[in-house]
């Protein structure tokens, strides 16, 4: 049964960290393990300064769900969820990561064999129009949070390297050398997804902050799903946004 979208409830207000999850198998997942980890910490199921919602799989739905989220919820902070392919063999499987930037493939213009993106054509991806436009700086590359980590199936954690980030891509790679080709073009990337960069512009429109944590599946280009690794990347990335999400909180208790 459908419904349409309603008001926000007045416990919206309180929306301090609002979970975004692009598919039903990541959030059946990630969902639980994260409420456990904050129950562990005195933060229990029912509060309503923590919400989930599903921003839908691709960049275009998924830009559209987080700000209808957004509008909903008017969260402190959005904080983006899931699975992603490692261009970087130091992302091992299993692992997740928070990117310092994202990026999009595929905006520009072809010439010969790549897209030339919009700052190489003299573009930009969003220029106001009018006086009634909205005013935000936005590009084909966004930065996101100063601080960047791995978490791994020890739940260790070590500094990566400046400036590593994530191309959010319309399709994921197909092959070993489609994937090495992106990493090519996007020398700084170290894994791609199919919704950051578009949750971004979202959350830059709308002066949210943004965290995107990511768990790394698979190598990106490998389509053999026997040797993915989704449960244990979900995990990872569990651990993440439950500690994003309770930092803040606990202050504000």
């Not at 309180?14 to 039903?24: D, I, K, N, R």
């Not at 769900?65 to 899931?82: E, N, S, T, W």
């Not at 994937?179 to 170290?190: D, E, G, L, M, N």
């Amino acid at each position: 049964m459908s419904s349409s979208i309603s008001a926000p409830a007045a416990n919206d207000k309180l929306c301090q960290a609002l979970v975004l999850v692009p598919t039903e198998l990541e959030r059946r997942r990630l969902e639980p393990a994260v409420r456990q980890a904050l129950l562990d910490v005195g933060i229990t199921e029912q509060d309503p300064r923590v919400r989930w919602a599903g921003c839908g799989f691709g960049p275009t739905i998924a830009g559209t769900l987080a700000a209808v989220a957004i509008a909903r919820f008017r969260p402190v902070q959005v904080l983006l969820a899931g699975i992603a392919g490692s261009f970087d063999e130091q992302l091992a499987l299993g692992e997740a990561f928070e990117p310092d930037f994202v990026a999009i493939e595929g905006i520009g213009a072809w010439d010969h064999e790549r897209v030339r993106s919009p700052d190489e054509l003299g573009w930009k991806l969003w220029q106001a129009t009018g006086s009634d436009d909205p005013i935000f700086d936005c590009g084909t590359r966004l930065t996101l949070g100063p601080v960047s980590t791995i978490v791994s199936l020890d739940d260790s954690t070590a500094p990566l390297r400046p400036q590593r980030g994530l191309l959010t891509v319309c399709a994921a790679s197909g092959s070993i050398e489609q994937a090495a080709a992106r990493r090519r073009a996007f020398p700084s990337i170290v894994a791609e997804d199919m919704e950051g960069h578009a949750v971004a512009v979202a959350c830059r429109i709308t002066g949210v902050p943004l965290t995107i944590v990511r768990g790394i599946s698979n190598i990106a280009g490998d389509r053999d799903h026997r040797r993915w690794r989704i449960d244990e990347a979900l995990r990872s990335a569990a651990r993440i946004v439950a500690r994003r999400i309770a930092e803040p909180l606990a202050s504000t208790r």
